[in-house]
């Protein structure tokens, strides 16, 4: 059973450029989870999806970042117009369905390192 | 709304030597708890996680932690630490299954030899 995987692992940018980061979460997760961590902080959420529909997005997720899960497997962020203050770890989490609804266990992918110069 | 505080921004232990690492909640009702480690360029791997019953809880690696209702924390401690410990700490908390997690600041862990 592999993990969950993001592509690239790092990415440095332009401020003003357009990126996109993938992730894959680990087969048949039906929930998956953006998270975004800074150099001594821990993770904030972003947002997540189950299946292909967006359920909640954070404040922090301003009109330059989208989201999307279209079948409902893999995910992408796009950040538009990238700003020194974007620079950062994105994390990706999956978490399987149990008999009685979601579960409470995520599991996190190794991260995309963002530097926006 | 909820928070989690972890205290210890860093420590420092020796090796062999027992461990213990902070972390108190706020949340109003009963909340699912979780512990992670995170090693310099990898994701966070989830040690133990508390969501009802007996409120100590066994991980991975060696690791266990209690959940004090009464003092709102649920420190992770390990009795003999190894140098491959070395890591940054994670407590964090969910409102219910499936929502996004809380989480702490973390605590970096060095261990001396």
């Known amino acids: 059973d592999t993990g969950v995987s993001q592509d690239p692992r790092h990415k440095i940018t332009k401020r003003g450029q357009n990126v996109t980061f993938r992730c894959d979460p680990i087969s048949e997760h039906n929930r998956l989870y953006w998270y975004r961590q800074t150099l001594g902080q821990g993770p904030e959420f972003l947002t997540y999806f189950q299946n292909e529909a967006q359920l909640e997005k954070s404040r922090l997720l301003s009109d330059r970042f989208s989201a999307e899960r279209p079948k409902g497997s893999f995910s992408t962020l796009e950040i538009q117009r990238t700003e020194q203050g974007d620079s950062a770890m994105y994390l990706c989490?999956?978490?399987?369905?149990?008999?009685?609804?979601?579960?409470?266990?995520?599991?996190f992918g190794p991260g995309t390192r963002l530097t926006v110069t | 709304a909820q928070s989690v505080t972890q205290p210890d921004i860093h420590i420092t232990v020796s090796e062999g030597a027992s461990l213990e690492l902070r972390c108190n909640y706020s949340?109003?009702?009963?909340?699912?708890l979780f512990w992670y480690v995170q090693s310099p360029g990898q994701g966070l791997q989830l040690l133990l996680k508390y969501f009802s019953g007996d409120t100590l809880v066994q991980g991975i690696k060696g690791f266990e932690a209690e959940f004090k209702r009464s003092q709102s924390s649920f420190n992770l401690r390990k009795p003999s630490v190894h140098w491959s410990d070395a890591a940054e700490y994670f407590c964090a908390v969910g409102a219910s299954a499936g929502t996004a997690l809380i989480f702490g600041k973390g605590t970096t862990l060095s261990v001396s030899s």
């Open positions: 949340y109003g009702a009963t909340p699912y």
């Open positions: 989490a999956s978490s399987p369905s149990v008999r009685d609804g979601p579960s409470y266990e995520q599991y």
